[in-house]
């Protein structure tokens, strides 16, 4: 983890340097405003279900974005959240619509570590990522792209966004 965390930096260097756009989950422009300091997750999740979630997916930076993917040979955005998730012994639906259903609804300012993030593309539900706390999240962006870390920073992302959702706790 520490090693992850101290390449991070040059990581989120390479991601900004390859700026393209590219056809995905949600096709965004390859342009990341991720901070190039620091730890990326600050933030601690209110629970263990979210932590786990968190280090789960930040173990995934760097597997390469694969079309319909939900396992570390390859991600799609809604492939990644259902397989940290699973991981933390959660089931989810496959698609990102399907998973903001199954979410309960909350506003950016109140989500925590963990939390989804839902994006849209027009009308349809297109991306959801994994958040990090104080703005960044994790995701599998698009074709040609990796697990990467995002944040609000980045216009494409800060006006696509639709709600933030909590998978709530099973007894």
């Not at 620091?38 to 079309?67: C, E, F, H, I, N």
């Not at 699973?86 to 998973?99: D, F, K, V």
């Amino acid at each position: 983890m520490a090693l992850q965390r101290s390449l991070l930096p040059v990581f989120l260097a390479f991601l900004a340097a390859i700026s393209a756009s590219l056809a995905g989950c949600s096709s965004p422009p390859r342009v990341s405003d991720a901070p190039a300091a620091g730890p990326v997750a600050d933030a601690q999740p209110a629970d263990p279900v979210r932590t786990q979630v968190v280090s789960t997916a930040m173990q995934m930076l760097g597997v390469p974005y694969k079309w319909g993917g939900s396992t570390p040979r390859g991600f799609d955005c809604s492939g990644l959240v259902q397989f940290a998730y699973a991981n933390a012994g959660r089931r989810l639906p496959r698609t990102a619509a399907a998973q903001m259903e199954a979410s309960a609804p909350l506003t950016l300012e109140l989500a925590e570590a963990g939390d989804l993030l839902f994006f849209r593309d027009g009308s349809r539900t297109s991306h959801v990522a994994i958040y990090l706390g104080q703005g960044r999240f994790v995701h599998a962006p698009s074709t040609g792209g990796e697990v990467s870390v995002d944040t609000f920073g980045n216009a494409y992302w800060r006006m696509r966004f639709a709600r933030a959702g909590r998978v709530e706790q099973t007894s």
